[in-house]
């Protein structure tokens, strides 16, 4: 793989008081319809895993291959979620899993404390133990169960080698456009595949020009809708992905990933966005993007959901300021 640290450039800087205590360096690229590249900064060419950023795609398959005939959004949005394991999301899977005459054993992603205070406060009341179900990647693996029973595919489904991660590795190299040099294995044991900046902005903007013309067009049109006005399964209650899409009115997909890598689907602009923060920290990916889509003009920079990760005054437990989150000088100007 191209060294990802190749060409980043600042991108978002930590002030405190008036000195610049930390600075993060990426790269960022906007794709349009066509999936060429609009703007880019830093290397467009690194290469990346998308980690959870590229869930959609990886739901792509279900949808299309009409597996997932008469779910509803909330479940498709499910499927693309990294959830907090909140009640909302438990009953989902819960439910999700026991309609197609499964279980919680049938998973394959790990059991992960629940990120949802209120849901682990329960646990500890209640004596329960967390398990799969609470995974964040649960919803993404009960969508991969219900393509394997369509497909007829063994328990695995995980293996690189099964039948649902060839077909999503065809869908994959398919809409970005390029064939991925490998892939390294995620934080929920399923295959990750590399692909580079431009090709995750590429899957982006074919997801936001999608029209319902054929099955993947129709698809993808399935996957942004239940993404961008179910938010609350994507992700839950304080989580960026939540905040910024009910800030956008249900009108912009977006997606992190593990390692600061985040993703935006604009339909009314026919564009897609991806970025990278080289150093792994979520801080300033999110800043990034609230940037970025501030700039695209889908996000208002002073509602509360963006000021919260970019420009307001930053306040320590006190309530005194100490600093503020700025983009670096040179990067995403209007």
Known sequence: MTNV??????????WRGERLESLHQGHAVICDASGAIVEAWGNPEALIYPRSSA?????????????????????????????????????AVSKWLADMDLSEADLRCGTREPHDIEERNRLICTGDSACQIHNECSGKHTGFLMLNKHLGGG????????????????????????????YGIDGCSAP??????????????????AEETNARGKAM???RHAMATQPEMVAGETRACT???RAMGGKVAIKTGAEAVFVAILPEQKLGIALKILDGGIRASEATMTGLLARAGVLDPAHPAAQKRLGAPQKNCRGITFGETRLAPGFAQA
């Open 5 to 14: 640290g190749i060409g980043a450039v600042p991108m978002v800087e930590l």
């Open 55 to 91: 869930k959609m795609i990886q739901a792509l398959p279900l949808i299309e291959s009409g597996a997932a005939d008469g779910l509803t959004d909330k479940q498709i949005a499910l499927a693309c979620a990294s959830h907090q394991g909140a009640a909302i999301h438990v009953d």
């Open 155 to 182: 328990p695995d489904y995980i293996d690189p080698d099964h039948i649902v991660q060839r077909t999503f590795r065809q869908a994959f190299e398919d809409i970005t456009g390029e064939e991925s040099p490998g």
């Open 192 to 209: 990750n595949y590399a692909t580079s900046i431009t090709g995750l902005a590429r899957a982006m903007s074919a997801f936001a020009s």
């Open 221 to 223: 049109v399935k996957l």
């Open 243 to 245: 905040e910024l899409m």
